[in-house]
């Protein structure tokens, strides 16, 4: 059995590619090493986290220790995508970062409602954005304690 620290894996769902970029770039100034799996839509998420390939055969991947969230996907929006996560045994208890530049309420109250632990809106300067990437992998990887998991199936 592994634990989510010693997998540090960060599963980034973001098709904006400038975003992907800085984020990616904030995480490797980052004190705590991770390694950083990109995706650019939600059934590309899914099809990570839950094998789900063109004929369904597919071996999931190693579970993330964290996951970075947008929301405004393609193919599958970000709510859909954590509905998902929430409802299967094998990722619901990974914590989920919703990371958007949604300012909605209804966005917000959803994603909480639906099992994020949290909801971050994407500043618009580089620099705070960049730090925020910064302060949410210091916590979920460094600071918060997380439960042991299996990599069930």
């Given at each position: 059995?592994?634990?989510?620290?010693?997998q540090?894996?960060?599963?980034?769902?973001?098709?904006?590619?400038?975003?992907?970029?800085?984020?990616?770039r904030?995480?490797?100034r980052?004190?705590v090493?991770?390694?950083?799996?990109v995706?650019?839509?939600?059934?590309?998420?899914?099809?990570y986290?839950?094998?789900?390939?063109?004929?369904?055969?597919?071996?999931?991947?190693?579970?993330?220790?964290?996951?970075?969230?947008?929301?405004?996907?393609?193919?599958?929006?970000g709510?859909?995508?954590?509905?998902?996560?929430?409802?299967?045994?094998?990722?619901?208890?990974?914590?989920?970062v919703v990371?958007?530049?949604?300012?909605?309420?209804?966005?917000?109250?959803?994603?909480?409602?639906?099992?994020?632990?949290s909801y971050?809106?994407?500043?618009?300067?580089?620099?705070?954005?960049?730090?925020?990437?910064q302060?949410?992998?210091?916590?979920?990887?460094?600071?918060?304690?997380?439960?042991p998991?299996?990599?069930?199936s």
């Amino acid at each position: 059995m592994n634990t989510w620290m010693e997998q540090r894996l960060i599963l980034l769902v973001e098709d904006n590619p400038d975003d992907a970029a800085l984020a990616l770039r904030s995480l490797a100034r980052c004190d705590v090493p991770a390694q950083v799996v990109v995706v650019r839509d939600g059934v590309e998420a899914q099809e990570y986290l839950f094998g789900d390939g063109p004929q369904g055969s597919s071996k999931p991947n190693p579970l993330p220790a964290l996951i970075l969230l947008d929301l405004k996907l393609p193919k599958v929006d970000g709510q859909e995508v954590l509905r998902r996560i929430r409802s299967h045994p094998r990722t619901r208890l990974i914590p989920v970062v919703v990371l958007t530049s949604s300012d909605e309420r209804r966005d917000l109250v959803r994603s909480y409602s639906l099992g994020a632990n949290s909801y971050v809106r994407k500043p618009v300067d580089f620099a705070q954005f960049s730090q925020a990437v910064q302060q949410l992998s210091n916590y979920w990887l460094r600071l918060n304690r997380q439960p042991p998991v299996t990599n069930l199936s």
